[in-house]
C-alpha cells in the first residue's frame, strides 16, 4: 500500500483515519520516506498497544528528538528530556498545575470567559462556535493562569499557530518565539520583584532541592504552556461540540443527563485526538510488532491512529458514550504524560454545559457547510455556525448536573 503524509498545505484539511487504518491493517509500524523536516526517514507507529509501548519505555525511545525538532521555535524545553533531568524540570513545573488550584482557576477564570463569550452572541440568534467562542477561551484562560493581559490573547493565538507549525514554515515560527520572549520578559522580571500569585509567579520563584528553573528552560516552558494550553484544548472542544450536534444519540443522552459530559470529554479524546502525533528516537537497535527499528530512528507516534486501533475499541469508528474511559493517548502517556490535563477536561465541561445551558435551542445552522473534523497533525472542526433562539445576554456560566 502508499503511505505517505499529505503536503503541507493541506495539512488542516486531510483526513487521515482512511489511511491509518489501512496501513494499521498491513502492520501497526511503518517505514516512512524523509520528511522535509528530517534528513533520514522515519518509522510511523500506529497501533494502540504500541503507541503504548514507545511512550512508556523513555530508555529505548527518547525525547531529546522534540529538541531538535522544536527547540529551535521553544527552546529549552521539557519535551525534550528524559531520565533523572526530565524528573527534575517536571517538579520545578508540576505544583503550578495542582488539583487544588482548578476551583480557583474555574471561579476566577474559565466560568467568566465562558460567560463573556457565549453571552456576546446570546442577542445574535446566531454564531460560529469555533470564531466566536472555542478559539478565544482556552488561550484566554491560559494568559489568565499564566499572567498575561487578556486583550492580547489573539497575538498569542497567531504566536501559538506558528510556534506549533515551525517545523513547516521555519520563518514564522522563529519570528513568534523571538516576539512572544520579548514580550514575556518585562513580565518576568516583575514577577521577580513583585509576585502577585499568578502561574508566572510561581515559576519564576519555584524552587526544587536549591534549584530553580534556568532563564532559558523559563522562557522555554512558557512557550510550549501558551501553545500547547490554547491550541489542543481548543481544538478538542470544538470536536466535542461536532459531536454533540451531530449525533443525535449523543445531543438525546447528554441534555437529558448533564453528568454524561464528563464521558463526552473522554470519549472525544479518544474519537478525534487534538493532538495526533508525538516524536521519539530510538536509543538502540529494537523491534516492535515485529518490525526491526535501528538505533537513532526518529520515531512518530500517532495517538490519532491509536485512538481508532479496532484491536483496543470495538467499532472504534463510533462515538460511544458508554466506552471505557481513561485509557486513550488524548494526553499522552509515559513520563510526558500533559501536566494540563485536568485543566483541559475542566475547560471542555464547562465549554460543553455553557453551549447548552446559554444557547438553547442550539443546532447547526442548515444555511451553513456541515462542520466536520480535519487536520493531520491537529484536528478540530474549522468552522462550526449554528443557531439557537435569541434572548437578551443572562451573564455567566455553569455546569449543571443535570
Avoid: K
Wanted: net charge negative.
Amino acid at each position: 500500500m502508499e503511505y505517505r503524509l499529505p503536503e503541507f498545505d493541506d495539512w488542516e484539511t486531510a483526513q487521515p483515519h482512511a489511511m491509518w487504518a489501512e496501513a494499521r491493517g498491513h502492520c501497526p509500524v511503518v517505514s516512512v520516506e524523509p520528511q522535509p523536516w528530517e534528513e533520514t526517514g522515519s518509522f510511523h507507529v500506529l497501533g494502540h498497544d504500541d503507541v503504548g509501548v514507545v511512550l512508556r519505555d523513555p530508555r529505548t525511545f527518547s525525547s531529546t528528538i522534540n529538541g531538535d525538532f522544536m527547540g529551535p521555535f521553544m527552546g529549552d524545553l521539557i519535551l525534550a528530556l528524559d531520565g533523572e533531568e526530565h524528573r527534575d524540570y517536571r517538579n520545578l513545573v508540576a505544583p503550578a498545575f495542582r488539583r487544588s488550584n482548578l476551583d480557583r482557576w474555574r471561579t476566577e477564570l474559565i466560568e467568566p470567559i465562558v460567560g463573556r463569550l457565549l453571552g456576546a452572541v446570546q442577542p445574535v440568534g446566531r454564531a460560529d462556535l469555533v470564531a466566536d467562542f472555542t478559539v478565544h477561551y482556552p488561550v484566554q484562560v491560559i494568559c489568565g493562569i499564566v499572567g498575561v493581559p487578556l486583550e492580547d490573547h489573539e497575538q498569542f493565538t497567531t504566536w501559538a499557530e506558528q510556534i506549533n507549525f515551525g517545523p513547516l514554515d521555519p520563518e514564522a515560527g522563529m519570528a513568534a518565539s523571538a516576539a512572544m520572549a520579548e514580550y514575556l520578559a518585562p513580565l518576568v522580571e516583575a514577577r521577580r520583584s513583585a509576585p502577585t500569585g499568578d502561574l508566572l509567579s510561581e515559576l519564576v520563584n519555584a524552587e526544587v532541592d536549591g534549584e530553580r528553573l534556568s532563564e532559558e528552560r523559563l522562557y522555554g516552558f512558557l512557550r510550549l504552556l501558551l501553545p500547547a494550553g490554547a491550541e489542543t484544548t481548543y481544538r478538542a472542544l470544538g470536536s466535542a461540540l461536532v459531536a454533540l450536534l451531530t449525533l443525535p444519540h449523543v445531543r438525546e443522552r447528554v441534555e437529558a443527563d448533564r453528568s454524561l459530559i464528563p464521558r463526552l470529554v473522554e470519549e472525544t479524546l479518544r474519537w478525534e485526538t487534538s493532538i495526533t502525533m508525538v516524536m521519539r528516537r530510538t536509543t538502540v537497535d529494537t523491534e516492535l510488532a515485529g518490525c526491526p527499528i535501528p538505533a537513532g530512528s526518529p520515531v512518530t507516534v500517532l495517538s490519532g491512529s491509536a485512538g481508532r486501533d479496532p484491536g483496543r475499541w470495538p467499532d472504534p469508528d463510533d462515538f460511544d458514550l458508554d466506552r471505557e474511559a481513561g485509557a486513550h493517548f488524548g494526553f499522552g502517556g509515559g513520563p510526558h504524560l500533559c501536566l494540563g490535563m485536568h485543566l483541559a477536561r475542566l475547560e471542555m465541561e464547562v465549554g460543553v454545559a455553557a453551549v447548552l445551558d446559554m444557547l438553547p435551542g442550539v443546532r447547526l445552522d442548515g444555511d451553513a457547510p456541515a462542520p466536520e473534523v480535519s487536520g493531520y497533525a491537529f484536528r478540530g472542526p474549522a468552522a462550526l455556525p449554528v443557531v439557537f433562539d435569541a434572548h437578551p445576554r443572562r451573564g455567566d456560566a455553569t455546569v449543571s448536573n443535570g
